[in-house]
């Protein structure tokens, strides 16, 4: 939230960075726990004489007017292969939109934008074919 204000930051904006700051040095102790799910490698596997396809699931969502400053929407989708995370995303969408279904509609289209391009990419490097 504040790192939209670091071209034009007031005392306001100074204060929450201090603030978060601050509170990161006090929990240094904690952290994030992962687990393993038996998701160690991403590559396809043959059944016999033809290719098993790689499982790709991507997942978005919106926040219809979501920034209580502007009113704009933030999306944000994440993209997972064979279970693992590969890509994720987060943005404010570049203009004001209608309703709540037009802001799904474009966080589903960005996610979908991104699961060609890592389609493309595990097709390019051999992983799944085209």
């Given at each position: 939230?504040?790192?939209?204000?670091?071209?034009?930051?007031?005392?306001p904006?100074?204060?929450?960075?201090?603030?978060?700051?601050?509170?990161l040095?006090?929990?240094?102790?904690?952290?994030?726990?992962?687990?393993?799910?038996?998701?160690l490698?991403?590559?396809?596997?043959?059944?016999?004489?033809?290719?098993?396809?790689?499982?790709?699931?991507?997942?978005?969502d919106?926040?219809?007017?979501?920034?209580?400053?502007?009113?704009?929407?933030?999306?944000?989708?994440?993209v997972?292969v064979?279970?693992?995370?590969?890509?994720?995303?987060?943005?404010?969408?570049?203009?004001?939109?209608?309703?709540?279904?037009?802001?799904?509609?474009?966080?589903?289209?960005h996610?979908?934008?991104?699961?060609?391009?890592?389609?493309?990419?595990?097709?390019?490097?051999?992983?799944?074919?085209?």
């Amino acid at each position: 939230m504040v790192s939209q204000f670091i071209s034009a930051h007031h005392t306001p904006h100074w204060d929450a960075v201090l603030r978060i700051v601050k509170y990161l040095k006090n929990a240094l102790d904690h952290g994030l726990l992962f687990k393993n799910h038996g998701h160690l490698q991403v590559m396809s596997h043959s059944n016999g004489d033809k290719m098993c396809a790689l499982q790709m699931v991507g997942y978005s969502d919106a926040d219809w007017t979501g920034c209580p400053m502007d009113r704009i929407s933030i999306y944000g989708y994440c993209v997972f292969v064979g279970g693992n995370l590969v890509s994720w995303k987060s943005k404010k969408q570049p203009r004001v939109s209608r309703s709540s279904a037009e802001a799904e509609y474009c966080a589903m289209a960005h996610a979908a934008s991104d699961l060609t391009w890592v389609r493309m990419l595990l097709a390019e490097i051999g992983i799944i074919t085209p």
